[in-house]
């Protein structure tokens, strides 16, 4: 059974695709001028780097130690340290400037390569469509949001945003309004990481958040994530590099690891009402040939793995009899161009998350597996096997021909994602972010989600 996106009669609440609805719909148009420029996006430099962070392989701990990362052209990694300052958040990735917006809407700034700090809700006062900016937090702001994120704030000077109604499309009572959702970058040698507030509703001090849920036209002006706000630190590549990131090149697999933590967390709910918070680390892949040889024929040439770190829901307290929570699964949502989205839970380390539609293995876990509260510098790492993605490639070609996996061709493969959709070295990372996000359709009683994290690493392993 497909996973719906916004009914709640299954049990499933709505799974905010806020940054790949907006990236994914935009990707045809911005592939015909390359994406962007810039150098490539992987680490300046070879060799291995042992992982930061607990490695354990269960929820509870573990002894379990993953591989060391493997830094090169094949990877890219994101970890703020001491010499980590504003000005060099603007290369990162292969960037030319920090992007740093409330629900963007135009590709030709969105979508260039770069690091990008990014919130998606509807903005108290402004009219549907509006993009709006960032501003700094004030001192005792940014105090509040190290408290409920956990994380350290010693080292945050010019690093730091909340979303502002200082925008066009925003009336004149929105101008001066600003928060409360943020992120800041703390840059310390052994405190450094990204913190991440995600907060909806009425506030400790009586006042409401200026950037909150979408309302009932949604994201999309027709529903698509009603209730939900969410807050993406994305880093998008240099996909149309002489050399981009290739993650399956000889026999390696794929690679995303982050060391997250989640400092707080609220889910009040009325009666009768369901509320849910989440954090989740994604990477998104796309194949090269199809876009070449395909994407005019409006294919998606892309797979976006949405991965749970964390999540925690109002009347829920035994993840376990959850059932669909238990597997993986594969959607599509016209909202965001009918792009394939993998989620599911992070299992155990040396667990598979298989589909709960064909049983086939989707992703392995290497270390700690999805929370349900609060939690300090948890590794999250799972690998993606180059037969594990053809797994996807062909279900999502089965969806396309409707037909079972096993009878799928490859002349339907070949046609649905162009001639390269097994050569290794076709398939890319286009960006891989950390994002957290709450559900309130109310909007009237807290829920939030404070968390970050400390590196966030996308790439090959051998």
Not at 342 to 358: F, H, L, N, R, Y
Request: aromatic share 6%.
């Amino acid at each position: 059974m497909q996973r719906p996106l916004l009914s709640l009669t299954s049990g499933r609440l709505p799974r905010a695709r806020l940054l790949s609805t907006f990236a994914a719909a935009a990707l045809l148009a911005m592939a015909g001028c390359g994406g962007g420029g810039g150098s490539s996006a992987g680490t300046s430099s070879g060799g291995t780097e042992q992982p930061t962070g607990n490695t354990g392989g269960s929820s509870s701990g573990g002894t379990t130690t993953a591989p060391a990362l493997t830094l090169g052209n094949d990877s890219f990694l994101f970890a703020p340290d001491a010499s980590t300052t504003r000005a060099s958040l603007d290369s990162v990735g292969g960037g030319t400037a920090l992007f740093a917006r409330w629900d963007p809407n135009n590709p030709q700034t969105a979508l260039k390569p770069g690091m990008k700090v990014m919130f998606f809700g509807a903005g108290q006062g402004c009219a549907f469509g509006t993009e709006g900016p960032l501003t700094a937090l004030t001192d005792s702001a940014l105090s509040s949001v190290a408290s409920l994120t956990g994380m350290s704030a010693t080292a945050t000077a010019g690093m730091h945003w909340t979303p502002s109604g200082a925008a066009t499309g925003c009336a004149d009572s929105a101008q001066t309004q600003a928060g409360t959702s943020s992120v800041f970058v703390n840059a310390a040698a052994s405190a450094g990481g990204v913190a991440m507030l995600t907060t909806s509703g009425v506030q400790a001090d009586g006042t409401t958040p200026f950037l909150g849920p979408y309302g009932a036209a949604g994201q999309d002006g027709n529903g698509a994530n009603t209730g939900i706000l969410g807050t993406f630190v994305n880093f998008r590549q240099v996909w149309s590099a002489s050399d981009p990131v290739q993650p399956w090149t000889g026999t390696a697999s794929a690679r995303l690891r982050s060391v997250q933590s989640v400092g707080s967390v609220q889910t009040n709910a009325g009666a009768g009402e369901t509320t849910q918070a989440k954090q989740q680390m994604m990477a998104t892949f796309l194949n090269l040939a199809c876009v070449n040889e395909v994407k005019a024929n409006g294919k998606p040439c892309q797979i976006q793995y949405l991965l749970n770190t964390s999540i925690v829901r109002s009347g829920v307290s035994d993840w376990s009899t959850v059932a669909w929570f238990q597997n993986g699964g594969l959607s599509f949502d016209p909202a965001q161009g009918s792009i394939p989205v993998i989620d599911g839970p992070i299992k155990a380390a040396g667990s598979q998350t298989v589909d709960q539609e064909t049983g086939l293995s989707l992703f392995t876990s290497q270390g700690q597996a999805t929370q349900h509260g609060t939690f300090a510098n948890q590794a999250f790492d799972v690998t993606i096997s180059f037969d594990q993605l053809l797994n996807v490639v062909r279900m999502v070609t089965a969806k396309a021909n409707g037909v079972s996996v096993a009878s799928v061709t490859d002349a339907q493969l070949a046609a649905e994602w162009g001639s390269g959709w097994q050569n290794r070295s076709q398939w890319i990372l286009l960006s891989a972010d950390v994002g957290q996000e709450v559900y309130n359709p109310n909007n009237t009683r807290r829920v939030e989600i404070g968390g970050g994290f400390r590196q966030l690493f996308a790439g090959t392993q051998p």
